[in-house]
């Protein structure tokens, strides 16, 4: 029998979508006001979910206090109050959309994560607008 265990946390973050092999025109074009050369910032909120056996000895998938300090010290810490451009090493060179966001995110916890637990990692930028990625 699996059970999913999920945790729910949330960050605030400055980016600014563009390309720049692209003029601003064409950045505008493709990403509107997300092209800000001046950024912009989202109350981003996650759900981490873990999925797996129950440990017939503890009756834990996973503890949901190691899953609280792993999301903080992997995404909160790294990505709160920053400039995901300038501020974040994962988007120098990568566009730090919702899209690459989550899949930065479940990167960075996967290594921390026994590989018997299914991952799965849901990132609101907007109450209405989320991405979802489980490692595919």
Known sequence: MKVTVS????????????RPDWDDTKNEAVFG????????????????????????????VMDVKVLKDLICSEVEDAFDHKNLN???????NLN???ENIVVVIWKKLRKH?????DLEVVLYETPRNFVKYAGE
Not at 9 to 18: D, K, M, V
Not at 113 to 117: A, H, N, P, V, W
């Open 7 to 18: 945790r729910k946390a949330h960050f605030n973050a400055a980016h600014r979508l563009y």
């Open 33 to 60: 006001k997300c092209s800000n050369p001046n950024y912009h910032g989202h109350n981003y909120e996650l759900i981490v979910s873990v999925k797996g056996e129950i440990d017939p000895e503890t009756g834990f």
């Open 86 to 92: 300038l501020e974040v090493p994962e988007f120098k």
């Open 96 to 98: 730090p959309t919702a």
């Open 113 to 117: 994560i026994k590989t018997t637990l």
